[in-house]
């Protein structure tokens, strides 16, 4: 019997678009992430504004590709970072940009002495919990009823970590 070959989905972002930290965000570019976030998480949660994204971002670490796509947003403490938040545009939703923007964030992390990484995700998100495990995070616990969704239910959260 012939193994069942599957052909590899195609990714249809730039390559070329780079992911990179953001050392300093102009607030109409923060604006722009806030939009993406608040789109991203419409169906569950509020987004966050473009200060919010901004206070985190000055004291951690926020990555983004260079057409505002997707950013990732991380709090930092010594060898330790937490990932608050990862948005796609729902536009842009299963190319892989989620994926490369974590990859590009825990490459340039790990690189700047980041030996663990932490982050929590609701219980309802599967496709979420999906490639956390298959970017080797593990799952490391669960919250009861941590996160209120905007029509008021609560959901869990399941807290996964991964080392370098």
Same mark, same amino acid.
């Given at each position: ?13 730039? $390559? ?6 953001? &050392? ?15 789109? !991203?998480? %419409?169906?569950?949660?509020? @987004?966050?504004? @473009?200060?919010?994204?901004? &206070?985190?971002?000055?004291?951690? !670490?926020?990555? &983004? ?20 938040? +990862? =948005? ?9 940009? &989620?994926?490369?923007?974590?990859? %590009?964030?825990?490459? %340039?992390?790990?690189?700047?002495? +980041? ?7 609701? !219980?309802?998100? $599967? ?24 029509? @008021?239910?609560? $959901?869990? =959260? $399941? ?6």
């Amino acid at each position: 019997m012939r193994p069942c070959l599957r052909k590899r989905r195609r990714r249809s972002f730039d $390559v070329a678009s780079l992911i990179r930290r953001l &050392a300093s965000v102009p607030p109409d570019r923060l604006e722009r992430l806030a939009e993406i976030h608040r789109l !991203a998480f %419409a169906s569950t949660s509020w @987004g966050w504004s @473009g200060g919010e994204i901004g &206070a985190l971002a000055d004291a951690g !670490a926020i990555f &983004a590709d260079d057409d505002d796509r997707a950013f990732a947003l991380f709090s930092l403490v010594l060898d330790e970072a937490e990932l608050l938040t +990862v =948005a796609v545009d729902p536009t842009r939703h299963r190319q892989g940009l &989620a994926r490369a923007t974590l990859g %590009a964030a825990e490459a %340039a992390l790990a690189t700047g002495g +980041v030996k663990t990484i932490h982050l929590e995700v609701a !219980a309802d998100n $599967v496709a979420a919990i999906s490639l956390y495990q298959t970017l080797d995070y593990r799952i490391t616990g669960r919250r009861k009823a941590y996160y209120r969704r905007a029509d @008021g239910d609560r $959901v869990d =959260a $399941v807290t996964m970590a991964k080392s370098f």
